[in-house]
């Protein structure tokens, strides 16, 4: 365990990449077998333990410390396994346990005994090996790795590239015993999966001086929806979903997966969809909250593909053929599957930029942050090349708003006050109309966090009431009606663009510049 | 009844039968300086008493003209109709609890204070009083300060591993700078240490007091001499990492000493490298077994995590009350 630890502790604290990748290269080249497959599935979230609910976490603290004292030390700290870590009372001697025994007997025992279980184990590790095993016992690591780059890592021990294990990945299981033997020189492991998750192809963002260097004919463009990347994969009656970084998600959505009676790999655009209408990214949200939906929010919350790419189609693969090809292909094939769960993302039609700069300013639909442009001759590649695929964001709106309150960060932030409450004016009253907790700098956020302190009027928990005193530029990237806020309305994906220190409150903007941005009702 | 001996106000702690306060946050006609820290310390008092270390400290932050007349402590005082006593601290140089006694009554306000033995001040003092008055900056049982000694073979471990990363230590300019710095002699070290300017008076000042620092040297090199050390460690006070001097050094392991540290948010949020939990308070640990030693029949509580000890006392049938002071850094490490 205490490898594991120091890993973590690497991971948590080095801040580049490389330099992450070098700790975990040099974790996975010496930790034994099976102890490094453990591991590197728990970093990649495919280790099922399953065993610690955070309340049979919170009911063995419980045990031991004040639950008065753990909850304000929780509220301090943030973090529910590095509270336990820090104010476990430890009972014996610290010892080096062996990560792969504790697995092992973890995933034997009965879900009862795992707290106890724990619990033991606790008390003979040090805090920094506490906060290891609790994270590997809750599975949420969360430790600044994506499972790309724990596989990245692992690419870099031996010769076999990072797509060709990405390809294989869904049909291995921790501990990885043939995948570490295949890159240390040995056999490679037979593909048993079938509907194996293919690296999916990138954009890379442009703006208008940007596009003007390019040739309007050499690309298709299509609307860039709001939903999340999909892959949906389905080979000899093995059907699944996966999200662009292989993640597999097909529990979340029976309702595709039961339509899904093709032999392929389609690329597209999970969506809430009602008919023809597409459900805002919350419902989809709501969705993908849920591992195993219910019935009630199956049909409250139908899930729809929008497809726009073909890799595998009955047995042949698609991806090195020209985009137009592919796009064609993929048209007859969409045509035999069923409406209400599969349907195009469809083509624009434009001639110069001026064109499409057009069609991009006035979307017809709110779920739409944009367009993609897709050169007509451009092959699927895995990965973001630069140059064949190319996404136009819309630009955010944005408003002056004053800040009201401000909350109490967690995880990374937490003791910095870096939640913000912001209003704007209706007629002589401010009036609280959404919340931002990103856009600012790591110096922007103490400074913040200084304004909190010196301007608080009132507290509430972790919650400060401020003097409106002090003005930010709010960007969004759409606004919505809402009954559950007092002002009516609700913002998109709202950050602090800039910080005004400057401007005087009483030249934020009014409530009525918000409301004339609202969509027709 | 009798009139409170020590009363929470705006301004700090008052004691009106001896007509003085007790590290007031703003400008009074006489003060009581536990120790130089700049949120305990101010200048602009129409007079000061403290130990002679602090008046010193507080010289050579806020020059000589610090205060209007200024008083060394130099033993037991009479102050209106108060007897007060100072007594170590354990801190910083220089720090002191500070015994105020009247009518039968007497209160320790003790300040910042740490039980762990330093070479750079005198052992904390455990002074039987009728109400203690202590701080709460770690009072949560998640603060367990690990052992010091482990923390600098963490330093020195990384120097080796790294040797071509000059290593970049914060460390606040009083008391906390000649910690590390003693730290690392202790363990052998016996290398140049570089210090950043704003370290250079408070540093030569130890020294002149008899604390053994070893061979430091300014941190004023040029990017060519900063880009040939090896194996360095460099400390500089937190607020020089968000300035251009760091620029000289080439990729640099930031590294901060500090209580705070303990908490991977913390770090994180700094952009600490290499945290090290070193800090120049009680933890939740010490704090709590101080006050069963000294076994008071209150405990005030000046600043910190007043809920968590407040519970605490609850727990252990012990009166507690939060003095709500404002002024005092949450963050003084």
């Not at chain 2, 015994?99 to 750079?120: E, K, L, M, N």
Request: with cysteine; glycine share 8%; net charge neutral.
């Amino acid at each position: 365990m205490r490898a594991f630890a120091q890993l973590l502790e690497r991971l948590a604290f080095t801040p580049g990449r490389n330099a992450k990748l070098a700790a975990l290269g040099a974790y996975l080249r010496t930790a034994p077998d099976p102890e490094r497959g453990y591991a590197l599935a728990a970093l990649t979230g495919d280790l099922e333990l399953g065993r610690a609910q955070p309340a049979v976490l919170r009911a063995m603290v419980g045990a031991r410390v004040d639950p008065e004292l753990f909850a304000l030390s929780y509220d301090f700290v943030g973090d529910l396994a590095e509270t336990i870590a820090l104010v476990w009372p430890m009972a014996g001697t610290p010892e080096d346990l062996d990560l792969a025994q504790i697995v092992e007997t973890l995933q034997a025992a009965p879900k009862a005994r795992a707290g106890e279980l724990i619990a033991g184990w606790l008390d003979r590790l040090e805090a920094s090996e506490r906060y290891a095993l609790l994270k590997l016992a809750t599975g949420g690591l969360r430790v600044g790795v994506s499972a790309r780059l724990a596989r990245v890592a692992l690419s870099q021990l031996g010769a076999p590239e990072i797509a060709e294990i990405e390809e294989l990945w869904h049909g291995l299981a921790p501990p990885y015993l043939n995948l570490f033997s295949w890159i240390e020189g040995g056999e490679k492991p037979v593909n048993a999966a079938r509907a194996p998750f293919r690296p999916v192809m990138l954009s890379t963002p442009i703006d208008a001086e940007a596009l003007a260097q390019i040739e309007p004919s050499d690309y298709a463009a299509e609307w860039k929806w709001d939903g999340i990347r999909i892959q949906a994969v389905s080979d000899e009656g093995t059907r699944r979903l996966y999200s662009r970084t292989g993640e597999d998600i097909s529990q979340s959505f029976p309702d595709i997966v039961a339509h899904m009676a093709f032999e392929g790999a389609l690329d597209g655009e999970l969506l809430v969809r009602r008919g023809a209408d597409v459900a805002p990214f919350g419902d989809l949200q709501k969705r993908l909250g849920r591992k195993s939906p219910g019935r009630a929010m199956l049909q409250s919350h139908p899930a729809a593909l929008r497809l726009y790419d073909v890799m595998i189609w009955e047995g042949e693969d698609l991806r090195a053929l020209p985009y137009a090809q592919r796009r064609a292909r993929l048209e007859r094939a969409v045509a035999d599957l069923p409406p209400e769960r599969f349907d195009l993302s469809p083509q624009l039609s434009f001639r110069s930029w001026d064109d499409l700069a057009a069609l991009r300013a006035d979307p017809p639909e709110t779920v739409i942050e944009g367009v993609m442009l897709k050169r007509r001759d451009s092959a699927y590649v895995a990965g973001r090349p630069r140059g064949p695929w190319y996404k136009w964001k819309r630009d955010p709106m944005v408003i002056d708003a004053v800040l009201l309150y401000a909350q109490r960060g967690h995880g990374k932030r937490s003791g910095f006050y870096s939640d913000f409450t912001f209003a704007v004016w209706d007629g002589a009253q401010l009036v609280p109309v959404g919340k931002a907790y990103s856009g600012f700098t790591d110096e922007e956020l103490r400074r913040l966090d200084r304004f909190v302190r010196h301007n608080t009027i009132e507290r509430f928990g972790p919650v400060r009431s401020l003097k409106p005193e002090l003005v930010v530029e709010v960007a969004f990237e759409g606004l919505n009606r809402s009954t559950r806020h007092k002002s009516g309305l609700a913002m998109r994906f709202p950050r602090i663009a800039r910080i005004r220190w400057d401007k005087p409150v009483a030249e934020a903007d009014r409530i009525d510049t918000l409301r004339d941005l609202l969509p027709p009702a | 009844m009798a009139q409170p001996l020590l009363i929470p106000r705006p301004e700090g702690l008052y004691c009106p039968l001896g007509d003085f306060h007790i590290d007031p946050s703003r400008p009074v006609a006489r003060a009581l300086i536990t120790h130089g820290h700049a949120d305990h310390a101010r200048a602009g008092h129409g007079a000061v008493l403290a130990t002679r270390q602090t008046l010193d400290i507080m010289a050579i932050r806020y020059g000589a003209e610090f205060t209007g007349q200024r008083q060394v402590y130099e033993g037991p005082l009479r102050i209106g109709q108060t007897e007060v006593r100072f007594h170590p601290a354990g801190h910083v140089l220089g720090s002191a609890q500070i015994a105020v006694t009247a009518q039968g009554t007497r209160i320790v306000a003790s300040g910042d204070y740490a039980r762990r033995a330093t070479p750079s001040c005198a052992p904390f003092e455990p002074v039987a009083c009728d109400i203690f008055i202590t701080e709460a900056t770690f009072a949560l049982p998640v603060f367990r300060h690990p052992d010091p000694r482990v923390e600098i073979a963490k330093l020195l471990a990384s120097v080796k591993s790294e040797p071509e990363r000059p290593h970049l230590v914060g460390a606040y300019a009083l008391g906390k700078a000649q910690r590390v710095i003693a730290l690392l002699r202790a363990a052998g070290y016996d290398a140049p240490i570089y210090i950043h300017g704003a370290l250079q008076a408070l540093c030569d000042y130890h020294i002149a007091q008899g604390i053994a620092l070893g061979d430091l040297r300014p941190a004023t090199m040029d990017k060519t001499e900063a880009r040939a050390l090896r194996e360095a460690i460099v400390i500089a006070p937190p607020s020089a990492f968000g300035s251009a001097w760091v620029q000289r050094f080439s990729d640099p392991v930031i590294s901060f000493a500090s209580g705070w540290m303990q908490i991977r948010a913390r770090a994180r949020q700094r952009g600490v490298e290499l945290p090290l939990v070193i800090s120049d308070h009680v933890d939740w640990d010490e704090l709590t077994s101080t006050v069963e030693e000294i076994d008071p029949a209150e405990l005030w509580i000046t600043h910190g995590r007043e809920e968590a000890l407040m519970r605490w006392a609850a727990l252990h049938q012990r009166v507690a009350r939060p003095l709500g002071l404002v002024g005092y850094e949450e963050e003084p490490e």
